[in-house]
């Protein structure tokens, strides 16, 4: 069975220019995560979608940073403009319904934005 | 709200030694605990979970206990392999969140 796949892996680009990451979860799976991770940190949630609904999105800023994820799979990040903070690895997650079924990753996508 | 604080590494031990990093967490109710481990180049990969108080999760010949008493999920392993090397990310959640510590980066030489 095919994992989180994410896409691109790494991406470099410059500030003030958009960006956009692309996650497929694992099939089945209704709740996908964005996290950001920062150098030497733990993952951080961004937002959190249950089938097409996100209903977690407190930690989004969202004066730059969107994501959707229109039929309830795929789902899309977007920051535009992006600021030099922005660097940082992004990290797509998904998991069954359920209270304590955990996680499955992707292996994220690199942003550096120069 | 919810946090995990994990013992500060990085950690470097030699072949064979005996493990223990800590973790400790706040939250409301009784949330599951996880050990994530991320290898050089990879995503982060569930070690072992916990879901009840008293509950031992183990894989790989890693340990741990969920502690509600001490708040605590201590990982732990009595004898630790080259290929253990990695970032371990201790965590909580339920209902669907899910909250990460900081991550601790073991070397083990040979």
């Known amino acids: 069975e095919a994992g989180v796949v994410q896409s691109p892996r790494y991406k470099i680009i410059e500030k003030k220019q958009p960006v956009a990451f692309w996650c497929n979860p694992i099939?089945?799976?209704?709740?996908l995560y964005w996290y950001r991770q920062n150098l030497g940190q733990g993952p951080e949630l961004l937002i959190r979608?249950?089938?097409?609904?996100?209903?977690?999105d407190s930690q989004l800023p969202k004066d730059r940073f969107s994501a959707e994820r229109l039929k309830g799979v795929d789902s899309t990040l977007k920051i535009q403009p992006a600021e030099l903070g922005d660097s940082a690895v992004y990290l797509c997650?998904?998991?069954?319904?359920?209270?304590?079924?955990?996680?499955?990753f992707g292996q994220g996508t690199r942003l550096t934005v120069v | 709200g919810d946090s995990v604080t994990q013992m500060e590494g990085p950690v470097t031990l030699s072949e064979e030694a005996c493990l223990t990093i800590?973790?400790?967490?706040?939250?409301?109710?009784?949330?599951?605990l996880f050990w994530y481990v991320q290898y050089p180049g990879e995503g982060l990969q569930l070690l072992l979970k916990?879901?009840?108080?008293?509950d031992k999760g183990s894989n790989k010949g890693f340990e741990a206990t969920y502690r509600k008493e001490t708040t605590s999920f201590h990982l732990e392993k009595g004898s630790v392999q080259v290929s253990d090397s990695a970032v371990y990310f201790c965590?909580?959640?339920?209902?669907?969140?899910?909250?990460f510590g900081d991550g601790t980066t073991l070397t083990v030489k040979p």
């Open positions: 997650a998904s998991r069954t319904t359920g209270m304590n079924t955990e996680a499955f």
């Open positions: 979608y249950e089938n097409e609904e996100a209903v977690d």
């Open positions: 800590n973790c400790t967490y706040t939250a409301t109710g009784y949330p599951s």
């Open positions: 916990a879901t009840k108080a008293d």
């Open positions: 099939s089945g799976h209704n709740t």
């Open positions: 965590a909580l959640g339920g209902a669907g969140k899910s909250t």
